[in-house]
C-alpha cells in the first residue's frame, strides 16, 4: 500500500510494444494495470538483486584470482595485491548495497504476498504467484497447469482485474 502510494505517477507510465498497426507508425500503444505495475515491481526489484549478486560474485572471484607467473609457477606480485585489495574492497562495498537490496525486496514480497493472500481464486492465486514471486513465464505456468498459453493470458489477466480490485478497496 505504501509503495503503491509512493508510485501513483509511475503507474501512468504508457508502455510501447511492437505492432503491424501501421496507423500508429509500427507500434502498439498499451498502459499497464496499477496490478500489474505494482506486481511487475517486486520482480524487477528481485531481478536488479541477483545481478547485483551476480556482480559481487565476479569481484570476488576476481580478487581471489589475481596473480602473476614466475617458472611456470603461480605467484602473486606487489601490483597484483594491489588489484586484489581494490577487487575485495569493491566487494565488500557491494555487501552493503546488497544487504540493503534483500531488506528492500523481502518488504515487497511481503506487500506482494499480502494482496496476492487476498485473492479468492486458488488458480489465480497459484497463476499470479508462480509468474511475480517465482518469475516464471507465462508459458511454463501453462505447461505447469497442463494448459496452453492462451489459457494462462486469459486467467492472468482476470486475476490482474482481481488485483485491481484489492488495490482499490486498500
Not at 20 to 47: M, T
Not at 61 to 71: A, E, F, M, Y
Not at 96 to 116: H, N
Request: glycine share 8%; proline share 1%.
Amino acid at each position: 500500500k505504501q509503495w503503491l502510494r509512493q508510485h501513483r505517477k509511475i503507474l501512468s507510465i504508457v508502455i510501447i510494444f511492437p505492432s503491424k498497426d501501421d496507423s500508429l507508425g509500427g507500434e502498439d500503444v498499451r498502459q499497464k494495470s496499477e496490478a500489474q505495475v505494482f506486481l511487475e515491481g517486486y520482480e524487477l526489484d528481485k531481478i536488479k538483486l541477483e545481478c547485483k549478486l551476480e556482480e559481487r560474485q565476479f569481484w570476488h572471484d576476481l580478487s581471489l584470482s589475481i596473480t602473476g607467473q614466475v617458472g611456470g609457477e603461480r605467484v602473486q606480485s606487489s601490483g597484483a595485491k594491489d588489484k586484489m585489495a581494490q577487487a575485495r574492497e569493491v566487494c565488500v562495498d557491494m555487501e552493503g548495497e546488497i544487504l540493503s537490496q534483500v531488506k528492500t525486496l523481502a518488504t515487497r514480497q511481503k506487500e506482494v504476498t499480502g494482496i496476492l493472500d487476498r485473492l479468492d481464486n486458488p488458480t489465480e492465486y497459484k497463476l499470479l504467484h508462480q509468474r511475480y514471486i517465482q518469475c516464471k513465464e507465462l508459458k511454463t505456468i501453462a505447461d505447469n497447469f497442463g494448459s496452453d498459453y492462451t489459457w494462462a493470458t486469459t486467467v492472468h489477466g482476470r486475476a490482474l482485474k482481481s488485483v485491481e480490485g484489492i488495490l482499490a478497496n486498500q
